[in-house]
């Protein structure tokens, strides 16, 4: 994922998590809230999901699938992941589906605020 898309800012990350609505699935949740900045996506991964290279295993894998959903995505919006520890054990195609579940109910929800 390119670095112009990753969010980064605390302030951010707590305007997302206060203003945000979330779509819930088994191993994570994606919030999402309207943005000035463009497209940003960012991931919270909490220490009960592992050691550090479990984690960061997590977060390159979370990357890989939404780079090529990028295309696809709203660019007016944050996305942030906030995983549960149960996406430790799932396999890269179990959550690039689950991934893709989630982010299709997010377009249908931004395109009814839309209508």
Known sequence: MERRFRLKKEGTFKYVFNK???????????VTAPSKEG????????????KAVVRNKIKRRLRVIVTELIPTLNKDYFYVFITK???AERSFQELEEEV?????NAKKNQENKLS
């Open 20 to 30: 945000g609505i979330r779509f819930p699935a088994k191993d994570f949740v994606l």
């Open 39 to 50: 497209l940003k996506i960012g991931f919270s991964v909490s220490k009960k999901c592992g």
């Open 85 to 87: 520890d149960s996406i």
């Open 100 to 104: 893709k579940l989630v982010f299709d």
